[in-house]
């Protein structure tokens, strides 16, 4: 069984082009689910075979999940790991039918990630001060989260050649490895312009070693942009947010100084670079933007996960209602 898990996780890699961090979801989501079928049965999970994994398997897996307080959403996720993996064994010919089908996907908790108000963003946005180099340098990273939507792996990601500060636009490598522009507003390139001279101190300051492990996991770049978006070659990945090292700011370093500044400017509790996200897709909705058109911006592949992003209370649902329905208003009333 080991080796049709390897196979299956190569597979994705490069019949799916999943991500390196997708992958190693579904080996942890699988191991666990392995492991529950090899004591089901009571063998050893070297000696599991696939005639193990049944539909009672699969179901004595869920109710498993369920018993130690997993939540619907992750319980959901494992499913969904072990049904692709079914259904690859069944393509393959090594099972004769698919068990993942016939279990029920556990419903989902309905929850809505924290987001700000305009003016809590603004708050948010303009808390870090501009009297040093990281404190200018956290507040572009805020300007560019708010305008763009980007997720925290993005952003954390990007290098130096993706933005665009003349075109107001920057390159995001999504999920599945799929690239998009995104635009952003004046404020973030000037945000950006005022980082660029200390973040170019910071890295002509780095210690030697550092440029070895800059990047090493998400290499993908070889040039470099200058404010107008010009190009020209330069000796490796340059990422846009660096640390006081001159080295690439990791994911949780980004999280922490967005939670730091939440806390400062005293918006609510729970503010993290995902609630910044949100808060750029619930401003658009209210401003009137087609919901496709945020489909688009944030990078998801189908229309159903913005809706569940994205939320309208009931008075603004009703007063869109009134002003767009052409019977809704005196005219309508008129003629009924």
């Keep these: 069984m080991n080796a049709h898990l390897k196979a299956f996780l190569q597979?994705?890699?490069l019949n799916r082009s999943a991500s390196a961090h997708t992958v190693r979801a579904y080996e942890s989501d699988l191991t666990q689910f392995l492991a529950h079928a090899a004591v089901l049965a009571g063998i050893p999970r070297a000696a599991l075979e696939p005639a193990n994994l049944d539909r009672a398997s699969?179901?004595?897996?869920?109710?498993?999940?369920?018993?130690r307080g997993l939540s619907r959403a992750s319980a959901a996720r494992k499913l969904a790991a072990a049904r692709t993996f079914?259904?690859?064994?069944?393509?393959?010919?090594?099972?004769?039918?698919?068990?993942?089908?016939?279990?029920?996907?556990?419903?989902?908790?309905?929850?809505?990630?924290?987001?700000?108000?305009?003016?809590?963003?603004?708050?948010?946005v303009t808390a870090p001060p501009s009297d040093t180099p990281l404190a200018r340098r956290d507040r572009a990273i805020l300007e560019l989260f708010y305008a763009s939507g980007l997720r925290l792996s993005e952003l954390a990601g990007?290098?130096?050649?993706?933005?665009n500060l003349s075109a107001l636009m920057v390159r995001a490598l999504g999920k599945g490895g799929k690239q998009r522009l995104v635009p952003f507003n004046t404020s973030t390139a000037t945000a950006i312009r005022t980082y660029l001279p200390d973040r170019e101190q910071l890295r002509r300051e780095r210690p030697a070693e550092a440029g070895r492990?800059?990047?090493?996991?998400?290499?993908?770049?070889?040039?470099?942009?200058?404010?107008?978006?010009?190009?020209?070659?330069?000796?490796?990945?340059?990422?846009l947010f660096v640390n006081y090292r001159g080295m690439r700011l990791t994911v949780r370093s980004i999280d922490?100084?967005?939670?730091?500044?939440?806390?400062?400017?005293?918006?609510?509790?729970?503010?993290?670079?995902?609630?910044?996200?949100h808060s750029f897709a619930t401003h658009l909705l209210q401003r009137g933007a087609d919901l496709r058109a945020i489909q688009e911006l944030?990078?998801?592949?189908?229309?159903?996960?913005?809706?569940?992003?994205?939320?309208?209370?009931?008075?603004?649902?009703?007063?869109?209602?009134?002003?767009?329905?052409?019977?809704?208003?005196?005219?309508?009333?008129?003629?009924?």
Excluded: C, W
């Excluded at 800059?214 to 070659?233: C, I, L, M, Q, Y």
């Design 158 to 163: 990007l290098g130096i050649d993706d933005v």
């Design 11 to 13: 597979f994705l890699k």
């Design 298 to 336: 944030l990078g998801h592949a189908r229309l159903s996960t913005t809706q569940r992003y994205t939320h309208v209370n009931a008075a603004q649902l009703i007063e869109v209602y009134k002003k767009s329905h052409p019977r809704a208003g005196r005219a309508g009333k008129a003629g009924a």
């Design 213 to 239: 492990d800059d990047r090493k996991n998400t290499g993908r770049h070889g040039t470099r942009a200058v404010a107008g978006g010009a190009r020209r070659e330069s000796d490796g990945p340059d990422p």
């Design 86 to 124: 079914l259904r690859y064994l069944r393509r393959e010919g090594v099972l004769d039918d698919d068990a993942g089908a016939m279990v029920p996907t556990p419903k989902r908790d309905v929850r809505m990630p924290v987001h700000l108000s305009e003016q809590e963003m603004t708050r948010l």
């Design 58 to 67: 699969l179901r004595g897996f869920m109710a498993e999940l369920h018993k």
């Design 256 to 277: 922490r100084l967005v939670r730091r500044y939440a806390a400062a400017s005293g918006v609510r509790p729970g503010v993290s670079p995902h609630a910044l996200r």
